[in-house]
């Protein structure tokens, strides 16, 4: 079975601050799935990912299969970034998450 | 445009009662999933389903039912409510197209008291 690892658990940035959260999983995957969940809210998907990286607006996604990592980047944070962030790596149907990174962005 | 929808929104419930978590959605999907969210916690897969007629126990099954009639619907039954099932339940769907995201719906918060 996949263990997926996040870092950090908890991270509180000042507003404007370039934000990095990290997913490290243990055995080789298909794809890499990076979730938000906002306080009390629903959870959507920012980013799916196999390979290289992947931008969408102020987000940004890499993936290095070979060392079994990837990294999600917040540029220029706002406090409406603040939310939980989870990686989930694809296991056949089914995804196995980690157990989020809980952001809090301060102005 | 719905996508999946979770009824009812919070639940309080007295041990032993039984209880079902609804769920739907509009996006012909094949594939459903139920988990729980606890504090602290990764989400938890509870039940899967590929197509209508076909389910598939997950991580943490016990303690749960599902049935998969419709596409559309994938009903989650908790027959004797217990305090360790106090959690945040999330339904998702996914196309069976290639290697989609999963959509879920906004959460069932249920307390077992």
């Known amino acids: 079975k996949n263990e997926v690892e996040q870092s950090p658990q908890n991270l509180t940035a000042q507003e404007g601050e370039f934000i990095t959260i990290n997913c490290s999983y ?18 959507v998907s920012l980013f799916m990912l196999s390979s290289g ?17 990837s990294s999600l ?28 990174t809980i952001l809090r962005v301060k102005s | ?20 978590l609804q769920c739907t959605q509009d996006m012909n999907h094949n594939y459903m999933y139920w988990y729980r969210q606890d504090p602290g916690m990764g989400l938890k897969l509870i ?14 099954p016990n303690g749960y039912n599902v049935s998969r009639s419709t596409t559309e619907d994938f009903p989650l039954r908790l027959e004797l409510a217990a305090p360790s099932q106090t ?5 998702a769907s996914r196309s069976y197209a290639g290697t989609q995201p ?3 719906g906004d959460g069932t918060r249920l307390s077992i008291l």
């Open chain 1, 26 to 43: 243990s055995v080789g995957i298909s794809a890499l799935h990076w979730l938000q969940q906002h306080p009390g809210g629903g959870i």
């Open chain 1, 53 to 69: 990286k992947k931008k969408h607006g102020r987000l940004i996604a890499t993936i290095n299969i070979q060392e079994k990592h």
């Open chain 1, 73 to 100: 980047h917040i540029t220029a944070s706002h406090p409406r970034d603040s939310a939980v962030y989870i990686c989930a790596v694809a296991d056949g149907n089914k995804l196995v998450f980690g157990a989020g």
């Open chain 2, 1 to 20: 445009n719905a996508g999946v929808t979770q009824t009812p929104k919070f639940r309080i419930l007295k041990i032993g009662q039984s209880m079902t």
């Open chain 2, 47 to 60: 039940y899967y389903s590929v197509g209508a007629g076909i389910t598939d126990k997950g991580e943490v």
């Open chain 2, 87 to 91: 959690s945040v339940y999330f339904c």
């Open chain 2, 102 to 104: 999963q959509h879920f």
